[in-house]
């Protein structure tokens, strides 16, 4: 069966400092992968999407950038994290029209 | 650009009543839909989808309502329980040609009274 694993599941961290998220997929092969932030339980907002190793398309211009260098590993980056960075981080697979989602990043930068 | 919103943020029922929950979308092209359920501190979860050639679908204590002429869905929750409290969102998958992206609306919250 699919699974999508994430972790850490909550990670604190101080402004300035790094940080990598990573997301790997179990039961598919070649997955459409995809990076979600979401602030105060609200609003889904699409970071990154991959369609395919070392393809990465980004949504919005920010402080965080994305990798795959596995076809089913997923990595979520930054070099300096921002207050405006916390938030939960979701990965989702998308196969056709099945959406899977994983259990989610809960990241506080202070 | 498209989008996929929704009316209300917040929506408060008592427990027992039907819950409706409603979203707008923009994309004429769009022929498939997904409603989420997302509990506090979890992943969004599927409860439902519907397709164009559809106008309503049911599922347990769910119906979804598709009006496609005014691009309109909704969720009805039938005896709505203090377990369905949780922010819904709708989604529209049908971004095929740019990478199937996934894109939702802003969610409503539902709180169910005791």
């Known amino acids: 069966s699919q699974t999508i694993h994430q972790w850490p599941a909550t990670l604190v961290q101080p402004v300035g400092s790094p940080l990598s998220l990573e997301c790997t997929v179990e039961?598919?092969?070649?997955?459409?992968l995809y990076w979600y932030r979401q602030a105060a339980g609200r609003g889904l907002q699409l970071l990154f999407y991959?369609?395919?190793?070392?393809?990465i398309s980004s949504e919005v211009p920010q402080n965080l950038s994305a990798s795959r260098p596995q076809d089913r590993q997923f990595i979520l980056s930054s070099k300096k994290l921002l207050l405006s960075d916390s938030g939960f981080y979701l990965c989702?697979?998308?196969?056709?029209?099945?959406?899977?989602f994983g259990p989610g990043t809960r990241l506080t930068v202070l | 650009g498209e989008s996929v919103g929704l009316h209300l943020p917040t929506l408060s029922v008592q427990e027992g009543d039907n819950s409706i929950i409603n979203c707008a979308y923009s994309?004429?092209?769009?022929?498939?839909f997904i409603w989420y359920k997302q509990e506090s501190g979890k992943g969004p979860q599927f409860i439902i989808d519907?397709?164009?050639?559809?106008d309503k679908r049911q599922g347990q204590r769910v119906t979804v309502l598709l009006n496609k002429t005014v691009k309109h869905l909704s969720l009805q929750i039938a005896a709505t329980q203090p377990g369905d409290s949780a922010v819904y969102f709708c989604a529209d998958p049908t971004r095929k040609n740019q990478g199937g992206k996934l894109i939702f609306g802003q969610g409503t919250e539902l709180s169910v009274k005791p």
């Open positions: 994309n004429s092209a769009s022929d498939y």
């Open positions: 989702a697979w998308i196969d056709y029209n099945e959406q899977f």
């Open positions: 519907i397709r164009s050639n559809m």
């Open positions: 039961g598919t092969s070649n997955p459409n």
């Open positions: 991959s369609v395919g190793i070392g393809q």
